[in-house]
C-alpha cells in the first residue's frame, strides 16, 4: 500500500534559513525531561558528567536510547572516550545536579550523591530511573551530534515526579483533572 498523497506548499525555489534566536524561542515551548550522563575514565578514574534536555526512547528491540549534545561540548568526548556511561533520569527537586553538571571544572560529582553502577558509571542517587549504556552510534545532526546507545541495564528509581525544563525554568509535572 502506498502512503497517501501530501499537499505541500508551491516550491519558492530557496527554503528561508530558520533564525537560531527564533529557533530557540518557539521551541522554548516545548517542555523536556532532565538527564544526567556520567561516566567514568577506565584509565584515570576520572569522573565526567553532563546535563541533556533530548533524551528519548528509540527501540525496544534492540533497547536503544538517543540524546544530542552540542558539537562544542567539552564534556562529551570524555564521556564517548570511557566507552560505557550511565544515564538517570532527574526528579523535581533536583536542580542543584543540573547545576553542578552544567558547571565549569573537572570533578562536577564531587558536590553530589551518586551510586558506582556494575560497569563504574556514576548514578545520580533519588533519579526517577537509571540506564547503564555503551556507544552504538554517532549521527550529524546539524550543530549537534545524535547519539544512539545500547542498554545494557536499567531500573526505576525511586518514584515521584519528573524533573521538566520549559520556558528556560524547571519545574515538575502535574496530572490534570
Known amino acids: 500500500m502506498s502512503a497517501p498523497a501530501i499537499a505541500r506548499p508551491a516550491d ?14 518557539v521551541m522554548r515551548h516545548l517542555p523536556t525531561g532532565v538527564a544526567a550522563i ?9 569522573r565526567h558528567g553532563m546535563i541533556v534536555g533530548t533524551f528519548a526512547s528509540l527501540s525496544m528491540d534492540p533497547a536503544l536510547v538517543t540524546f544530542s549534545v552540542m558539537h562544542t561540548s567539552t564534556s ?20 542543584h545536579v543540573c547545576k553542578a553538571l ?10 553530589l550523591d551518586w551510586s ?25 545532526g546539524g550543530d549537534h551530534l545524535i547519539v544512539v546507545a545500547t542498554v545494557l541495564e536499567m531500573a526505576p528509581g525511586n518514584g515521584g515526579a519528573p524533573l521538566i525544563f520549559h520556558g528556560g525554568r ?3 509535572f502535574r496530572e490534570s483533572a
Do not use: M, V
Request: glycine share 10%; net charge negative.
Open 38 to 46: 556520567c561516566s567514568t575514565d577506565p584509565a584515570t578514574g576520572a
Open 102 to 111: 552544567s558547571a565549569k571544572g573537572e570533578d562536577k560529582l564531587a558536590p
Open 12 to 25: 519558492t525555489g530557496t527554503a528561508r534559513p530558520i533564525a537560531p534566536d527564533t529557533y530557540r524561542a
Open 170 to 172: 524547571f519545574g515538575s
Open 116 to 140: 558506582e553502577s556494575a560497569w563504574g558509571d556514576p548514578r545520580i542517587d533519588g533519579s526517577l530511573a537509571w540506564f547503564d549504556c555503551t556507544l552504538e552510534q554517532l549521527l550529524a
Open 76 to 95: 562529551w568526548p570524555k564521556i564517548a572516550a570511557s566507552g560505557s556511561f550511565s544515564i538517570s533520569l532527574l526528579a523535581d527537586g533536583q536542580q
